[in-house]
């Protein structure tokens, strides 16, 4: 068995382990409220840039390609007055046309589960394993590319337990471990992490949440994350992380906040920084009507930088770039919803860690916009569309270090229309286009620019909606949703 057929085997036991010990009914009445589902799902897409590589990979037969993607989703649903569990497994083959050796089989998995304990008293357990060589996380917060489109495993994992005490106050406690796994050691080096950032990476540590409301109209929160971050390249580090909120209810549609954070950030390498960042806002939320709402919050963040433990004479003492350490720090979005539309900006300014992700440049302050809006054309036509944009600047990396900066600009554009052709098939039409300038390294050129077209065409059956009964009063239960948010 080989090194990677060990990994899957491993993951993909250990989840499959936690889904039937979830999910084995405890009663006869709990059988009839399970409900399976599968889909399945044909695309076909054209890439402008498959490496999002701004002159392609050496040894490369082409940047731009023709892929289709042959995938299916098989799950099971329980949900009971106790009890809410959803599993789901998606094997995905990508075929790709010119660059055959990037042809592979996509394994994604998840678990949700929210089970009650006592009245008042609920356990949940989250876990997302995802194995692919995808050369961007689909998370669209992120701007981190897997340069090379390198196989590896991320496994994302959290559960804790939930105590509501009052109509509004809570506790939570929880653990969570989120893994970045490089299947491929051949290109694995010191360089090339100073190159591209990317490293395997272990993020995990648990945290404490409270919030009490001392009335209706005054209420405090407080939350402490403890993690640790370990790499197979970099020092491992340690945050400290604490959050104190006080809340104030002006009206019932308005809630102002204060809130100070504070993140204590620990390397175990003796040429990597050790820092302290204290961030302080305020704003408030507020729903006009039923059709308009805003939140705003506004404030400051400072970074304070001890001064670094030499080991030994030949250590050098590194220049960190100071001018980074303050700024401003803001949050604004606004949702419009009618009948038959909706609109959505965010606008966002002010520091954030990246320490798991492809790149792992840290600290880094940034700024970003974007608009999105849905359009319902008729029962089976709907519209989407979106642009954005977002700079980054991270003064802690090996960039920045050697070319005294390390900028990072991406801009986006999508748009898409679903037609649901029966209640069991629809077809989707999308285009999407990202453009990143990045500081480049030396002799190494990043930055890319990328057009995607794609058509899908998915057919799905859910067998409660056909045929199915279920003796579960879902409808009566509203806990969950309380819950599953709360998470």
Known sequence: ??????????????????????????????????????????????????FLDPQGVKGRKSRSDFRTNLGTTIGLTNQTKYRVLSIDYSPTYSLFVKNGGESYLRHTARL???????????????????????????????????????????NDSEMGLVYG?????????????????????SNR?????????????????PGAEIEYWLNVRNGLSLSYQWQRIDY??????????????????????????IDYIFDNVRSFGHLAPDYKIHQTQAGLERSISPSLSFSIMAGYYHRSMDEMDLKSPEDIKYNFD??????????????????????????ESGVRLEFNDYNNRGYTPYRSIRIDMNYEFSYR?????????????????????????????????????????????????????????ETSLRQYELGYNDHVFLFNLTAFYDWMRHGGKSKGNHDSDTRYSRATTSI
């Open 165 to 185: 005490f009052g109509p509004e106050d809570s506790v939570k406690i929880f653990y969570y471990d989120n893994r970045l796994i490089y299947l491929n050691d």
């Open 381 to 437: 036509l709907n519209g989407v569309a979106g642009i954005g944009y977002t700079y980054e600047n991270s003064p802690d990396t090996a960039t920045a270090l050697l070319e005294k900066d390390h900028r990072v600009e991406t801009y986006y554009a999508s748009c898409s229309l679903t037609y649901l052709i029966k209640k069991w098939l629809q077809c989707k039409l999308s285009y999407t286009y990202n453009d990143q300038s």
């Open 322 to 347: 100071t001018s980074k350490n303050d700024g401003f720090m803001g949050h604004l979005e606004m949702q419009y919803e009618r009948e038959h539309w909706s609109a959505k900006m965010t606008a």
């Open 232 to 257: 197979k390249i970099e020092p491992s580090k340690r945050v400290d992380h604490v959050d104190l909120g006080y809340l104030h209810r002006w009206s019932p549609k308005t809630l102002f906040r």
């Open 1 to 50: 068995m080989s090194y990677l057929d060990g990994i899957l085997v491993k993951r993909l036991s250990l989840f499959l382990y936690l889904s039937l010990v979830f999910a084995c009914p405890f009663t006869s009445k709990c059988r009839a409220d399970w409900s399976p589902h599968v889909k399945g799902s044909v695309e076909q897409i054209y890439d402008s840039n498959i």
């Open 112 to 154: 949700d589960l929210v089970q009650d304990l006592d009245e008042h008293l609920f356990f949940y357990i989250q876990d997302h394993f995802d194995y692919n060589q995808e050369a961007q996380s689909l998370n669209q917060e992120s701007t981190a590319v897997n340069y090379g489109r390198e196989k590896n495993i991320t």
């Open 189 to 205: 080096s010191f360089e090339r992490y100073n190159y591209v950032g990317n490293d395997d990476s272990v993020e995990y540590g």
